[in-house]
């Protein structure tokens, strides 16, 4: 379950800082101090995966054999990686690629299968990496409010930047049992309130 409520851009900072500092009250003593600060309002993590184009150019990068042994060339990778088609801004998978799929009307891209056989070997690499998670991040707006204990139905790491977040992408945390609050940002927002102070 989730709750969408609208912010607006130039306050989301403020609103999230304030709400984390009230609830930080509402936990139970024995939940470190540090915990009590950080978690009453927590970002909600995403995990972003290598898709068909950018599994191509990794495999690319590090494919080897006796024809190659310097690998394949840039040009050629990115060759290779326009040749997979973009329908409503979705990349046809691997496996489409290579073997169509009738249900949704899609053929195999023979230019593609042409030029991925050219090296042996490096279509079962493509396939190996694409969708292995290569990144991780916050949500832009999902947030999950803790009182209690967060421990009990919920794990937390950093991001890069130093950010607590849960362990667990919106779904998973959904299934523990939290209720996700959707925090978005709509420029109208600043736009109604900037027009409010000028009447």
């Known amino acids: ?31 470190p101090t540090w915990a ?19 599994a191509i150019l990794a495999a690319c990068r590090g494919y080897r054999s006796e024809d190659y042994p310097d690998g394949i060339d840039i040009d050629q990778a990115q060759y290779m990686a326009s040749l997979i088609p973009q329908e409503r801004g979705f990349l046809w998978s691997i496996k489409e690629v290579v073997y169509g799929d009738k249900e949704k009307n899609r053929k195999p891209i023979t230019s593609f299968i042409r030029e991925v056989n050219n090296f042996p070997g490096l279509l079962d690499i493509i396939i190996a990496i694409e969708g ?8 832009a707006s999902g947030i999950l409010f803790f009182d209690k204990d967060p421990f009990e139905h919920c794990a937390f790491m950093k991001t890069p930047s130093g950010e607590i977040i849960t362990q667990w992408d919106l ?29």
């Not at 912010?7 to 139970?28: N, T």
């Not at 523990?176 to 978005?184: P, S």
């Open 1 to 31: 379950m989730d709750i969408d409520i609208d912010l607006c851009p130039s306050k989301v900072r403020i609103i999230l800082d304030k709400i984390a500092d009230e609830r930080s009250h509402m936990f139970y003593n024995n939940v």
């Open 36 to 54: 009590k600060k950080l978690l009453g309002c927590t970002r909600i993590a995403t995990f972003g995966t290598e898709q068909t184009k950018s």
């Open 132 to 139: 292995v998670i290569n990144k991780r991040s916050s949500h």
């Open 171 to 199: 779904h998973d945390v959904e299934y523990m049992g939290n209720t996700k609050y959707d925090m978005l940002v709509t420029e109208v927002q600043d736009k109604i309130v900037q027009t409010i102070n000028f009447l």
